[in-house]
């Protein structure tokens, strides 16, 4: 089969305008990486023969071989198969910016590969959406900068979004914030009281229990499986506690990666509206789909009474830091005016870099999608000789597998593996009252190639867990950003 593989005339097209200033090696080197690096290039694609290439851009041959040899050295190409030129990105690249760098101590390995935060580079496009909000921003210097509910133009584009997945929406109801996990503490806020009884998946996303955690709820734990909801344990448990709130991730649930069908939101739906719960419902995979099946629908077309926390980290970056919340009419003006003693908005260049993301799709960028699946598949592929035992169901969405140990030793797997340079997240940290040491959370957002080397890492670990299993040595996990 032939390479996919990238044309010289593409290259021509992508290439940023020649600097004198610079050797021409050098700056077809550069130009080069900058595509590698943020996708147009896609990652195993193979570029041009060098002679192709200097005609194309009329250089010469010496010129693209110095070039390719440059990026050659710093992992960028990678000749794998024959003489060709593999776009590849170095090991490197993927710990750049990783969320949990920014945390007190916790950069003390810094050729560790982590696993800890479930999210991708930035996708194709960014810095042309980057560019043209900067272009657009001189039309907003002669006001306040304020937007305190969003942009309207952002806006619309959201409620549209929901109207073409059947769920008919205004501008009005829509509340840009500074991502997902800012709306779920939003919504929260607004809407526990302390000591109120709050509904949460177990596992579920750690820092959005600890948002209802903070808001004084007092959690309700239910158990999701790696198969999903038991939909009859979730109906006797809200019968029985009638939580104020529940706070859901029905979409490709972090961490197992469960999608809840249309049939199961409804009866869930109808269990909530017996026990007067309001549902916060948090989209913020929604978009991370990898099989071609339809979606069902929003959760709030079941109930209207819920609210919807959506983000655009998982579709696009979680470097833009913007999501929104969908609010039912009667919430709105509370929600917004809770928004102005928070943060008085999001930043206004974010919220034009997202405009025109979204202008051109909401969905996963292609090339995105095609790289989590390999990533998938890799990962599905290495972890039985990794650990040989494990158990896991391959979800049809989201960043990561949720994998059952063959024992209780996701802590000591975690020590172990940060010693050959792996950070894991074992799954207690996903619990909302203990337990599911049994478990890890394994996100695939990596290339394959890194993935790889990350199973080489975990198999490593899990032959030496029983060196880590001393109950004695307390560290504490990394935390989980995403
Ligand atoms: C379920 C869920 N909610 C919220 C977040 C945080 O998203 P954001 O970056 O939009 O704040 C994450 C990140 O992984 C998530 O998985």
Known sequence: MPLPGITAARIEELLPVRDPGVPTYRWLADGLRLLIADGRIPLGHSLPAERRLSEALHLSRT??????????????????????????LPLDQHRRGVGGALLPGADSDPDALDLTCAAS????GTIEAYTAALAALPGYLTGTGYATAGLPELRELIAARYGQRGLPTSADQI???????????LAARALIRAGDRVLVESPSYPNSLQAVRRSGGRLVPLPVEASGWDLELAESTIAASKPTVAVLIPDFHNPTGNLLSDEHRSRLAAALRRAGTVPIVDETMLEVRLDDAGHPLPFAAHLSRTVLVGSASKSHWGGLRIGWLRVPPGLRTRLAQLRLTED??????????????LRQRFTLHPERRAELIAARQTMAELLPTAVP????????????LWVELPESAATALARAAARDGLLLSPGSQFAAAGGLERFVRLPYKDPAPVVAEAMSRLGEAWRRRHEHADPGVRSQPRPVVA
Do not use: C, K, M
């Open 175 to 185: 509340v840009v914030v500074n991502g997902g996990l800012a709306g779920v503490n």
């Open 121 to 124: 580079r930035a996708p194709a």
């Open 63 to 88: 010129t693209v071989t110095r070039a390719y040899a440059v990026l050659t050295e710093s992992g960028f190409l990678s000749a794998r198969q024959g003489s060709a030129h593999l776009a590849n």
């Open 344 to 357: 008085l908005g999001a930043p206004l260049i974010e919220q034009l870099a997202t405009i025109e993301l």
């Open 389 to 400: 035992g494990a158990r896991w169901v391959l979800p049809s969405g989201g960043l990561s």
